[in-house]
């Protein structure tokens, strides 16, 4: 007696047994309503980059119905080795960014861009971090008011899905409901005049883009905060 039959089914509990028939039928209403609607959670995408980019250093929005949007938060970017790290930044509007001083020298972060323009003041070698909150849309040029060459991109925006691809250019975009044909996203990248709109068709599951070869990254000229010249300016296109 409680031995069991070699090839005999174990027989449950009428508690256990009706409990596990219960998951078993969720299990089965989920999956037909699933290959039903075509819904999805996640949708697996890659930007093919032909010029001579580094993928990680760009950022996608999309702005399609069933992706997840994002919500305001908080961002760091690190001014390290006389560079704004990232140098391109996707954020909800109502977002707030941190800035770090990890280099050896001052820095002094500043926009002029008419919709948000700020200055944080210097910031000294390791110091403390300081705050800029972004509440109106738009695109927002930064620089560093000592070392010209630094330069960074901000993107505000109202509720929208973003994501930043990996050193391949892959990327998930969370996503509720039908699965789609094809995607719209825009790509953003440092020193770019203009973010371009980029379409990714299905492939294998895959949904791929391409970015081409011919892109502007000509950067109106700036002037310090005070809108002198930058004695560094000369030939040099920003």
């Known amino acids: 007696?409680?031995?069991?039959?070699q090839g005999a089914m174990p027989r449950l509990p009428i508690g256990e047994?009706?409990?596990?028939l219960f998951a078993m039928f969720l299990l089965w209403i989920f999956m037909t309503f699933s290959a039903a609607t075509g819904a999805a959670s996640e949708l697996s995408g890659k930007l093919r980059i032909e010029a001579a980019l580094d993928p990680e250093k760009l950022v996608l929005w999309f702005d399609a119905e069933g992706a997840v949007k994002a919500h305001p938060?908080?961002?760091?970017?690190?001014?390290?080795?006389?560079?704004f790290v990232p140098e391109t930044i996707a954020m909800v509007k109502g977002s707030t960014v941190k800035f770090e001083n990890l280099d050896d020298v001052s820095h002094n972060a500043f926009s002029l861009t008419p919709e948000n323009s700020f200055d944080l003041g210097m910031q000294l070698p390791s110091g403390k971090p300081m705050l800029r909150s972004f509440n109106r849309e738009g695109r927002f040029h930064i620089f560093c008011n000592i070392?010209?060459?630094?330069?960074?991109?901000v993107n505000v925006l109202s509720r929208i899905a973003i994501v930043r691809p990996g050193p391949d250019g892959s990327f998930r975009l969370p996503w509720k409901g039908k699965r789609p044909r094809e995607l719209k996203a825009r790509v953003d990248g440092p020193d770019w005049r203009e973010s371009v709109m980029v379409t990714f068709r299905e492939e294998s599951g895959i949904f791929l883009g391409s970015l081409g070869q011919k892109l502007d990254?000509?950067?109106?000229?700036h002037r310090?905060?005070?809108?002198?010249?930058?004695?560094?300016?000369?030939?040099?296109?920003?």
């Open 217 to 221: 990254t000509a950067i109106p000229k």
């Open 73 to 83: 938060q908080s961002y760091t970017v690190a001014q390290r080795g006389r560079r």
């Open 147 to 153: 070392h010209p060459e630094m330069h960074m991109v």
């Open 17 to 20: 047994k009706s409990a596990t």
């Open 224 to 238: 310090r905060k005070d809108g002198t010249s930058n004695p560094e300016e000369k030939e040099v296109t920003y």
């Open 1 to 5: 007696q409680g031995s069991l039959v």
